[in-house]
């Protein structure tokens, strides 16, 4: 059973920078496409960024690309979300997830494709 646990978030400015971190145990993400989503407040969750197995592709959602950045070293079972120049709008509460698969093609932005996930981690930006 593989438990992910992010961590990193809390307040930051607006133009401000976050490293959101999520580190996992119990079992492998090394072989797996991994992923952040968020949810705000009233709001379905969507999906931020992906990164497969290697870490040699990246996606990203329109709303974050150019801002933010997904890495991961698999040496240490750890995924992360540098955000640069976060908005109010980047306010949620950020969650990891490991797909079901390596990559990151298809409906790399549906959380069906995701097995585990983590318990999430509040960012809130102020402007």
Known sequence: QVQLVESGGGLVEAGGSLRLSCVASGGTI?????????QALGKEREFVAGI??????????????????????????????????????????????????ATISGKVGAPVEYDYWGQGTQVTVSS
């Open 30 to 38: 090394t072989t797996y496409a991994m992923g952040w989503f968020r």
């Open 52 to 101: 497969t197995w290697t870490g040699g592709s990246t996606i990203y959602a329109d709303s974050v690309k150019g801002r933010f950045t997904i890495s991961r070293d698999n040496a240490k079972n750890t995924v992360y979300l540098q955000m640069n120049s976060p908005k109010p709008e980047d306010t949620a509460v950020y969650y990891c997830a490991r797909r079901r698969q």
